[in-house]
């Protein structure tokens, strides 16, 4: 992020800040933050690199109530507007800027139901940009989720084109594809990367989710999104990597009474945790088909789990790890279709003694 970040204070430093700017990364990237950040350094009565953190300005944005900011973002109902949701809000990105939009949908109590950015918010938005700046330089309205914006969008464009005086537009989007082109053509683009492993790995250490190897394996998982990672280390109690081998063995092993034990506490574990662990099933998975295809250095693994992952694929062949894919890939929808967890494991079990058995009969251990 440094050098996004460098960039950035670079504008605001020499006062040639883009009235619009849009901030593209995958929801669970560095972009929301880097745009609150953004937002704060430029209401800063100080002109350092970082917001001062002592100043009326910075006392205020720290809070996200400072009166020049102004935030939008998609909510549910028709007549509903970000006004009605702001202290939510306020909790959502004071916990950690890397929401995903479902959990920001969650969080207004419908997990289920796809927000808008609809045509009260345009409204609203135009008035908000109407106020005099109260007391700053800057007036900012900080947009999440431009790809939620309908044809209402278009309401907009003549504002984000020739925005009232000191008026900035702060766009946070994840999906270029989604946003309607009229709004992308009218915004310079701040692309924001992935995370990379380590940085996932020290902010999930940082946020008490993971201890160092659980927290890698988060990484790996969450592939460049710490949202992602902090939803996945959050649900799950148990390292899931552990879970996820001494499952595998006991399936391969003959001790009935020990596999079922271990599917009733399998069965008993939350919905979120069960996902997770079966996505870390495919995700293991496709690292053995890696070290299948002789490409073992490109494996993304701790060390004990490659150890295993390759001494497990000796002895498979693609087809059977193409039938452990579908079979992860099919518990995992049947889980969000809310499926009988018990009859699941069980079921999905047998056929992974089924699928090892028949390959790895001559594999005295898989340790
Ligand atoms: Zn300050």
């Known amino acids: 992020m440094d050098q996004e970040k460098a960039e950035l204070q670079q504008l605001a430093r020499q006062d040639r800040?883009?009235?619009?700017?849009?901030?593209?990364?995958?929801?669970?990237?560095?972009?929301?933050?880097?745009?609150?950040?953004?937002?704060?350094?430029?209401?800063c009565e100080q002109s350092g690199e970082e917001p001062c953190e002592t100043c009326p300005a910075c006392l205020k944005s720290g809070r996200w109530i400072h009166p020049d900011l102004h935030f939008s973002f998609p909510v549910i109902g028709e007549k509903k507007t970000s006004n009605d949701f702001l202290t939510t809000w306020r909790e959502f990105i004071s916990q950690h800027p890397y929401g995903q939009p479902s959990d920001w949908f969650g969080k207004m109590g419908e997990e289920n139901k796809l927000g808008n950015i609809n045509v009260a918010e345009c409204h609203q938005i135009f008035q908000k940009l109407s106020y005099t700046i109260v007391e700053g330089r800057y007036k900012i309205l900080l947009l999440w989720g431009p790809e939620f914006l309908g044809k209402e969008g278009n309401r907009l464009l003549k504002l984000i084109e020739e925005p009232p005086q000191n008026t900035l537009f702060l766009l946070v989007g994840a999906d270029a594809d989604r946003i309607l082109p009229t709004i992308l053509s009218r915004?310079?683009?701040?692309?924001?990367?992935?995370?990379?492993?380590?940085?996932?790995?020290?902010?999930?250490?940082?946020?008490?989710?993971?201890?160092?190897?659980?927290?890698?394996?988060?990484?790996?998982?969450?592939?460049?999104?710490?949202?992602?990672?902090?939803?996945?280390?959050?649900?799950?109690?148990?390292?899931?990597?552990?879970?996820?081998?001494?499952?595998?063995?006991?399936?391969?092993?003959?001790k009935g009474p020990k596999l079922m034990l271990l599917v009733e506490k399998l069965a008993r574990m939350g919905?979120?945790?069960?996902?997770?662990?079966?996505?870390?099933?495919?995700?293991?998975?496709?690292?053995?088909?890696?070290?299948w295809?002789?490409?073992?250095?490109?494996?993304?693994?701790?060390?004990?789990?490659?150890?295993?992952a390759i001494k497990m694929v000796?002895?498979?062949?693609?087809?059977?790890?193409q039938e452990m894919?579908?079979?992860?890939?099919?518990?995992?929808?049947?889980?969000?279709?809310?499926?009988?967890?018990?009859?699941?494991?069980?079921?999905?079990?047998?056929?992974?003694?089924?699928?090892?058995?028949?390959?790895?009969?001559?594999?005295?251990?898989m340790n």
């Open 271 to 291: 919905r979120e945790e069960q996902k997770s662990l079966f996505q870390y099933g495919l995700y293991f998975i496709r690292q053995m088909a890696l070290a």
């Open 17 to 43: 800040i883009p009235h619009a700017q849009l901030f593209l990364g995958d929801f669970g990237s560095a972009a929301l933050g880097l745009a609150l950040a953004f937002a704060r350094l430029v209401l």
């Open 314 to 321: 000796n002895t498979l062949d693609l087809d059977r790890l």
């Open 187 to 254: 915004c310079q683009l701040v692309k924001v990367r992935p995370f990379r492993d380590p940085e996932i790995a020290e902010a999930l250490q940082a946020l008490s989710l993971a201890g160092a190897h659980e927290s890698t394996t988060w990484a790996y998982l969450a592939d460049g999104n710490l949202g992602q990672a902090i939803h996945l280390s959050s649900v799950s109690e148990r390292p899931v990597a552990d879970l996820l081998l001494t499952w595998l063995r006991t399936c391969y092993s003959d």
């Open 293 to 308: 295809s002789d490409r073992s250095d490109a494996i993304r693994l701790s060390e004990t789990e490659k150890t295993a």
């Open 325 to 365: 894919i579908t079979l992860f890939d099919e518990s995992l929808r049947s889980i969000e279709r809310n499926a009988n967890a018990k009859i699941l494991f069980l079921n999905v079990s047998i056929q992974l003694h089924a699928v090892l058995r028949d390959q790895m009969r001559f594999i005295p251990s």
